[in-house]
């Protein structure tokens, strides 16, 4: 098994550009997730899905989309690339059930600079 | 306030010593407890999750004081291959927003 697979692992945007980061999943978990990863503020929560047709906001929203139209697949969209958005995004899934025994799966990252 | 909150580090250890890390959280309505460990510039991994009771993995033991809020990681005998960044992780509600501490970091030395 692949495990959680994310592409593309580097991207250099200019500010305004749109982009859609894809990552998918090959253990049919219910729960996938996007994270971003800042120097000094650790992982943050962007938006997260429970199920293929279900998604809910997490810490850091603003600025980005999501759809689940799929188990497998759980794209992250940048409508209007900005600075602030340069980061390394993660994509992580996990069973649905009993949170407390599950673990998170990562994909490798995406480095994203806006400039 | 952030919800989990971590010393940054670094840790530099010899080779065999004993480290320890802590963590607090803010919430005390959070319900599941992790320690992840990150590798530079690679994704997290789960490293082991913590109970109420404490639990040991190996070399590793976790532990949890619900009352004061806060997680501890013990680490013994420490490795050169120890040498990585922490993550304190926990959830809310749900389960479905895990809440990163910002991470500490440790280098054990030769």
């Known amino acids: 098994n692949a495990g959680v697979t994310q592409t593309p692992k580097f991207q250099v945007l200019k500010t305004g550009q749109s982009m859609t980061l894809q990552c998918a999943q090959d253990m049919n978990h219910e729960y996938m997730s996007w994270y971003r990863q800042d120097p000094g503020m650790g992982l943050r929560l962007i938006h997260y899905?429970?199920?293929?047709?279900?998604?809910d906001q997490g810490e850091v929203p603003n600025g980005y989309n999501v759809s689940r139209s799929t188990t497998e697949d759980f794209p992250l969209r940048l409508l209007s690339a900005a600075p602030s958005q340069t980061s390394v995004y993660f994509c992580?899934?996990?069973?649905?059930?009993?949170?407390?025994?599950?673990?998170?799966?990562f994909g490798s990252g995406t480095q994203l600079s806006v400039l | 306030r952030k919800e989990v909150e971590q010393d940054p580090g670094p840790f530099n250890v010899p080779e065999g010593a004993t480290v320890a890390f802590n963590c607090t959280y803010s919430n005390s309505a959070s319900q599941s407890f992790f320690w992840y460990r990150q590798d530079c510039r690679k994704e997290p991994k789960l490293l082991m999750s913590v109970y109420s009771s404490g639990n040991e993995d190996g070399r590793f033991t976790a532990q949890l004081n619900r009352a004061s809020q806060y997680i501890s990681l013990l680490i013994r005998d420490s490795k050169l291959s120890d040498s990585a960044t922490y993550l304190c992780?926990?959830?809310?509600?749900?389960?479905?927003?895990?809440?990163f501490g910002t991470g500490t970091s440790l280098t054990v030395i030769p």
């Open positions: 992780v926990v959830t809310q509600n749900t389960g479905n927003q895990f809440y």
């Open positions: 899905s429970v199920g293929a047709g279900i998604t």
């Open positions: 992580a899934s996990r069973r649905r059930d009993s949170p407390g025994q599950q673990k998170l799966f």
